[in-house]
Every structure is written in structure tokens, then in C-alpha cells.
T-cell receptor, first 113, second 115 residues
Framework: QKEVEQDPGPLSVPEGAIVSLNCTYS??????FMWYRQYSRKGPELLMY????GNKEDGRFTAQVDKSSKYISLFIRDSQPSDSATYLC?????????????FGQGTILTVHP | DAGVIQSPRHEVTEMGQEVTLRCKPI?????LFWYRQTMMRGLELLIY????????DSGMPEDRFSAKMPNASFSTLKIQPSEPRDSAVYFC?????????????FGPGTRLTVL
């Protein structure tokens, strides 16, 4: 079993829809949770970052972490064609594993006009 | 800032040949990571360095893979001999300790095809 599970999709939605992307994980040591966005033929770039449980909002994006369920989500409101990309969740433990991130498989999202 | 620089961007080689991928991290960053991405396995961490010292190489698939970081501004990932199953996109990333979320900045990747 992988430490981080993410449905690869693909997910196709119309412009303006609310998108929900999710990951589950098994390692209870994970404390830092991130979402990366990767456009086609580009490297991933950090989109959202959350420490421990709770919600974080940034414009049209909301990240949620539920550590009790080992479940994280990314919501995109009023989705745009420019949001079409692969979204990867990533997480890491604290302490000495400072640098090491574990990524989900990535979900391919297409927003069509 | 130029960001993380990787070369070559594309590499096509034949099975058994040696392949060397190169990376220049963002100036001042003290962590450097090598990843491999495939459709089947997603993004996998191969090895990472802190202050030029390898910290965790548990993701290196086998002895055919080796990585070095001779100085703070240059790293190589070498595959010798290469095999078709090594075909993937290889990313280099760098980060700064204490930076926001220890954000890793990725390069554009090297697309490797082994025939």
C-alpha cells in the first residue's frame, strides 16, 4: 500500500464548476500538507500549504486537512480553463525528515469552456 | 532569478549507454532533490542532498543509478548502464531550509527515452 493515495482521474468539468480533489494517507507522522500544480511538460509548483489540521483559503482555492481521518482536500471554486493541470498532493513529517516530501499520484484536471 | 536549470531537456539513448543528467539549483538553496516521474508510478524521490551531502538515497532504484553534488551550484544524476524501464521525466528541485513550507522549486525536467 502506498503511503499517499490519490485518484489519478482524469477529471473533466465545465468552466465555473467547483472542483474537489482528495488524498488519503497512512503515515500518522505527516504534519505538513501541500498541493502542487503541474502544467503539461512543466515541473510542479507549490499551490497551497497547510500545517496540521484545518482549512486554508487563498482566492478561489481552499485546502482542508483532517488528520483524524488522514484525509486532505483541495477545492477550486469558479474553475477556469487555466486551472487545467495535474494536481499533486504532497506531505512530510516533521523533525529530521525536514526535506523529504511524499507525493500522491496526481489528478489530471481539465476545465472546458 | 533563473530558477532551477536542468540539462539536457530531452535525451534519447540506446540501452546500455551511460546517461548523465545535470542540475543547477537556485542560488543560496541548501537542499537539492532528484525525482523521477512516470505515468505508472507518479513522482518518486530518488535522492536528496543537504549542503552538498547526500541525506537519503533510499529511493535510488539500483546500483545503476548514482548522484553527486560536488558543489552548491551543480549536481549530476548518472545512469549506467541505461535500460528501457528508466524512460521517464527526471526532475531536479531545490529548497531553502526555513523557507515557506520548505517549498521545493522544480526545474523543467529532463525527458529521458531509452530505446
Amino acid at each position: 500500500q502506498k503511503e499517499v493515495e490519490q485518484d489519478p482521474g482524469p477529471l473533466s468539468v465545465p468552466e465555473g464548476a467547483i472542483v474537489s480533489l482528495n488524498c488519503t494517507y497512512s503515515n500518522s507522522a505527516f504534519q505538513y500538507f501541500m498541493w502542487y500544480r503541474q502544467y503539461s511538460r512543466k515541473g510542479p509548483e507549490l499551490l497551497m500549504y497547510t500545517y496540521s489540521s484545518g482549512n486554508k483559503e487563498d482566492g478561489r482555492f481552499t485546502a482542508q486537512v483532517d488528520k483524524s481521518s488522514k484525509y486532505i482536500s483541495l477545492f477550486i471554486r469558479d474553475s477556469q480553463p487555466s486551472d487545467s493541470a495535474t494536481y499533486l498532493c504532497a506531505m512530510r513529517a516533521g523533525g529530521t525528515s525536514y526535506g523529504k516530501l511524499t507525493f500522491g499520484q496526481g489528478t489530471i484536471l481539465t476545465v472546458h469552456p | 532569478d533563473a530558477g532551477v536549470i536542468q540539462s539536457p531537456r530531452h535525451e534519447v539513448t540506446e540501452m546500455g549507454q551511460e546517461v548523465t543528467l545535470r542540475c543547477k539549483p537556485i542560488s543560496g538553496h541548501d537542499y537539492l532533490f532528484w525525482y523521477r516521474q512516470t505515468m505508472m508510478r507518479g513522482l518518486e524521490l530518488l535522492i536528496y542532498f543537504n549542503n552538498n551531502v547526500p541525506i537519503d538515497d533510499s529511493g535510488m532504484p539500483e546500483d545503476r543509478f548514482s548522484a553527486k553534488m560536488p558543489n552548491a551550484s551543480f549536481s549530476t544524476l548518472k545512469i549506467q548502464p541505461s535500460e528501457p524501464r528508466d524512460s521517464a521525466v527526471y526532475f531536479c528541485a531545490s529548497s531553502l531550509a526555513g523557507g515557506l513550507a520548505n517549498t521545493q522549486y522544480f526545474g523543467p525536467g529532463t525527458r529521458l527515452t531509452v530505446l
